[in-house]
């Protein structure tokens, strides 16, 4: 708290007070209190009831229609166009559509027999490969392992990339040069997205 105290000086024996001023109780006491901009409260209008209860019924009415809206909406799903089926033919669609065929036992059993020996040999076909690119895998490190034996230089040569296996070639500038006083879009775009609501 912030206080002056009343002080006696002794100055070459001249007795000098000072005044005392104080926050805390007593004759001098300094109160402050906070600014409340008041002003006085304007009076209410009164409105007819039957005037409140019309907003009231708008208000309400325009929020259900809102929801049914959404319902109507949530209800439909939004069409893509590559899985429509076009009218024409949604029109033919009973004369177009083939009848079930009905299969014998032996047939089901023949075609599952078929289906069986092509999987088996596919499996064959495909270890055979696998054994056959280990098998020239394996020759050529051991070609490579005994040329380097003989010489390191015919052995760098023989593991260097040869570019004109796969020949390839560019034409056209690599960097296109700038355009002078270009100016580029600002992300401005047309969007010709469908809208759906």
């Given at each position: 708290?912030?206080?002056?105290?009343?002080?006696?000086?002794?100055?070459?024996?001249?007795?000098?007070?000072?005044?005392?001023?104080?926050?805390?109780?007593?004759?001098?006491?300094?109160?402050?209190?906070?600014?409340?901009?008041?002003?006085?409260?304007?009076?209410?209008?009164?409105?007819?009831?039957?005037?409140?209860?019309?907003?009231?019924?708008?208000?309400?009415?325009?929020?259900?229609?809102?929801?049914?809206k959404l319902?109507?909406?949530s209800k439909?799903?939004?069409?893509?166009?590559?899985?429509?089926?076009?009218?024409?033919?949604?029109?033919?669609?009973?004369?177009?559509?083939?009848?079930?065929?009905?299969?014998?036992?032996?047939?089901?059993?023949?075609?599952?027999?078929?289906?069986?020996?092509?999987?088996?040999?596919?499996?064959?076909?495909?270890?055979?490969?696998?054994?056959?690119?280990?098998?020239?895998?394996?020759?050529?490190?051991?070609?490579?392992?005994?040329?380097?034996?003989?010489?390191?230089?015919?052995?760098?040569?023989?593991?260097?990339?040869?570019?004109?296996?796969?020949?390839?070639?560019?034409?056209?500038?690599?960097?296109?040069?700038?355009?002078?006083?270009?100016?580029?879009?600002?992300?401005?775009?047309?969007?010709?997205?469908?809208?759906?609501?």
């Amino acid at each position: 708290m912030f206080k002056f105290f009343t002080s006696v000086a002794m100055a070459q024996g001249v007795m000098a007070s000072t005044r005392s001023i104080s926050t805390t109780g007593g004759p001098l006491l300094f109160r402050s209190s906070a600014p409340l901009f008041g002003e006085p409260l304007k009076k209410k209008k009164r409105l007819d009831p039957q005037i409140l209860k019309a907003r009231e019924d708008r208000k309400r009415k325009k929020i259900e229609k809102a929801i049914r809206k959404l319902e109507k909406v949530s209800k439909s799903l939004k069409p893509i166009d590559e899985v429509q089926l076009m009218a024409l033919l949604s029109n033919e669609i009973n004369t177009r559509q083939r009848p079930a065929v009905k299969l014998s036992k032996e047939k089901i059993e023949e075609r599952m027999l078929a289906e069986k020996t092509w999987t088996k040999y596919k499996h064959k076909e495909h270890f055979f490969n696998l054994q056959v690119i280990n098998d020239l895998e394996y020759s050529q490190q051991r070609a490579l392992n005994e040329l380097r034996e003989v010489s390191e230089e015919l052995y760098q040569a023989a593991i260097e990339i040869n570019e004109s296996l796969l020949p390839y070639q560019l034409t056209g500038p690599v960097e296109t040069p700038p355009i002078e006083n270009y100016q580029s879009p600002d992300g401005e775009y047309l969007d010709i997205s469908k809208k759906w609501d």
